[in-house]
């Protein structure tokens, strides 16, 4: 095994570990270690790698998107949501992961509750909203594993 491949494999690996790490887009480094060992191998052939390209967007939008989402289907507003993120980015210096968390969970469950006046809602969104976080960062870690795990696959067998 080559430089390139280990290099590739490496990317791989990082994408699983950006993947529960916020601001890193362990999609994009999944699709970047796919990308440097087709085109150092010319594998995997044409289906194998559009699925697995498929998986390293999905992780990419999931990343973007997956906090709104949970926000949103518990019903907080648009305003509510993008707040949200705004204020997660904002604690992740402060808090790592768990500043994310509680910033979006405090974010949301403080706007909706002064938008609605309803306690129990606003409960409910912040609820959401937190389990789209890490309903997301789980959605990250098995699509990047399984590019990992089939170019492993690739490799060595």
Excluded: K, N
Aim: hydrophobic share 60%.
């Amino acid at each position: 095994m080559d430089a390139l491949v280990l290099l590739a494999i490496g990317l791989l690996g990082f994408g699983m570990v950006a993947s529960v790490l916020p601001l890193l887009p362990s999609g994009l480094v999944s699709l970047a270690g796919l990308g440097l060992y087709r085109w150092h191998t010319s594998e995997p052939g044409a289906f194998v790698l559009a699925a697995l390209v498929a998986c390293c967007l999905v992780a990419l939008a999931v990343d973007w998107f997956g906090g709104a989402i949970g926000a949103s289907a518990g019903g907080a507003s648009l305003r509510t949501t993008l707040l949200a993120a705004v204020v997660g980015l904002l604690c992740l210096p402060l808090g790592g992961p768990i500043g994310v968390l509680a910033g979006v969970a405090v974010t949301v469950l403080a706007l909706e509750y002064r938008r609605l006046g309803d306690a129990e809602a606003s409960l409910r969104s912040a609820a959401a909203a937190t389990v789209g976080v890490l309903a997301a960062a789980a959605v990250q870690l098995v699509c990047t594993g399984v590019v990992l795990a089939a170019v492993l696959v690739i490799e060595f067998l």
